[in-house]
């Protein structure tokens, strides 16, 4: 695969899996409000699935950066 074929698909990627882990908090978000407890005993879930979801996020956009900083500094040498 050439270089920018790469950096094309680094950056689909990174648009696929933000809006997957959109989708995915959005369908835990309603599975909370769906639920019979009162809000205020679901908050910590959701709070804590909320920075699980977007911190797996985080891990994987700093994984395609990463990925796509190297084939940068590839094409410098």
Avoid at 4 to 30: D, F, G, N, P
Avoid at 64 to 77: F, G, H, I, N, V
């Amino acid at each position: 695969m050439e270089k920018e074929q790469k950096l094309t698909l680094i950056a689909w990627l990174k648009r696929i899996s933000a809006a997957l882990t959109v989708i995915v908090w959005l369908y835990v978000l309603i599975i909370f409000i769906n639920d019979p407890a009162p809000f205020s005993q679901l908050v910590p879930y959701c709070m804590g699935s909320t920075m699980l979801i977007f911190g797996i996020l985080t891990g994987i956009f700093k994984g395609l950066e990463y990925w796509e900083r190297t084939l940068e500094t590839e094409e410098k040498k």
